[in-house]
């Protein structure tokens, strides 16, 4: 369990600046037990002397503790996210927004004081993604150091969350893993927690989860990156819970090997393309519509989009790709008319096709948000449906 840090009055007072902040975003105060934790964790001694915030303009600008001392704390007890790491010049790891932290540890189940029976069992709980190790430090407050269990596939960060974690008074299972995978030697968990986006539930993760445990993980597709899912399993090894509308994390990391590679285009992939036009706007289902772009993350599998607006193929061009059968699709605005839009399209997938009959489906259910989706898994595979298991949008 943690102890009191030495600067604790200091720490205290930027912890209370935070968690009113938290507060603002959750449009209420956190429970005691979590604003306990969060006094009992200093978020600023999981950070490294160099952090990145956002720039305000698509990139990000250093921190560093030597040289902008009150810049760096003022930063670590912010409510936003913070790089901590950067690999081939893209972010490769963060400290996560506290409010999101706080969020997925409510949907978790873990905020209110535990029943007289999880007091006797010890709720049980594996955190894929150590990262810094402040989520795994909050964890040990809440159920106990025993209990918590924290993997990450990178040695170097695994090495760094423990010493962070040491140097707190917490004293988790940490292991270097593949977090696809779990960590079955401590299996079964009550509470599987991840702190990376996947687009599928790995099936080692409900394996590993005790009937009626909870499973949090943010979700990611091809085509948008948001929205956090919570589980909770069942008997037979299924699990069925809802989607909620907040959280982007970077991608669940793999180890490097040939299966994870992308497949090559099928031969044919590459055949003529064909040329029409529509009157559905490329910004209506890539224009930073969070709803419609969830739905056709889920519905149109595979498929990414990049606006591409040099000039060299028109005014302004949506790109369409889907790497596994090598298809494609453009859709192109001339710079004068935003009734009609030329669409060029080649490969095995009519790409815009999908997304088209994809967002004409979403109207067609009320526009839905994010937070009316679920999901269900079973031995024969994934649903995912809008408001009750029986409207299903999507399954594989």
Not at 278 to 306: K, M, Q, R, Y
Not at 317 to 346: C, H, I, K, N
Not at 353 to 358: F, P, S, V
Not at 370 to 379: E, I
């Amino acid at each position: 369990m943690p102890t009191t840090p030495a600067d604790a009055p200091a720490a205290d007072v930027l912890v209370d600046g935070l968690l009113a902040a938290v507060a603002g975003q959750l449009g209420r105060p956190l429970p005691a037990r979590l604003q306990e934790a969060f006094h009992r964790v200093p978020r600023h001694r999981f950070l490294p002397d160099r952090i990145w915030l956002r720039d305000g303009s698509g990139g990000y600008r250093p921190v560093d503790r030597a040289t902008e001392p009150d810049g760096w704390l003022a930063a670590a007890y912010s409510d936003q996210p913070l790089v901590t790491r950067f690999t081939d010049n893209l972010p490769s790891s963060s400290a996560s927004m506290p409010s999101m932290v706080a969020r997925m540890l409510l949907l978790a189940g873990l905020a209110e004081p535990p029943t007289p029976d999880e007091v006797r069992a010890r709720v049980r709980v594996l955190e894929l993604g150590a990262g810094t190790g402040f989520n795994a430090g909050l964890l040990c407050t809440l159920v106990g150091d025993e209990q918590v269990t924290t993997i990450d596939l990178d040695p170097t960060l695994a090495t760094n969350a423990q010493e962070n974690l040491k140097t707190a008074g917490c004293a988790p299972t940490i292991v270097a893993a593949d977090g696809a995978l779990g960590w079955p030697p401590n299996a079964p968990y009550d509470v599987v927690l991840a702190t990376f986006s996947v687009d599928r539930i790995p099936s080692a993760w409900l394996t590993q989860l005790r009937p009626g445990g909870r499973l949090v993980t943010p979700w990611t597709s091809a085509w948008c990156s948001y929205g956090t899912l919570a589980l909770t399993a069942a008997e037979d090894g299924g699990a069925q819970g809802r989607f909620h509308a907040f959280a982007s994390f970077m991608q669940m990391a793999r180890p490097d090997t040939e299966s994870d590679q992308p497949l090559a285009a099928p031969e044919g992939a590459a055949s003529a393309a064909a040329y029409s036009s529509t009157g559905l706007s490329p910004w209506a289902v890539a224009g930073g519509d969070l709803d419609a772009e969830f739905h056709i993350g889920l519905t149109v599998s595979g498929a990414s989009f990049c606006w591409d607006t040099s000039g060299e193929h028109a005014h302004t061009r949506l790109r369409v790709d889907e790497p596994t059968t090598g298809s494609w699709a453009a859709v192109d605005y001339d710079g004068r008319t935003a009734a009609d839009f030329a669409v060029t399209q080649a490969g095995s997938r009519q790409l815009w096709d999908e997304i088209t009959a994809a967002y004409r489906r979403w109207e067609e259910i009320g526009r839905p948000s994010v937070d009316r989706y679920g999901l269900t898994v079973t031995s024969g595979g994934t649903a995912v449906w809008v408001d009750s298991p029986a409207i299903t949008v999507a399954a594989r």
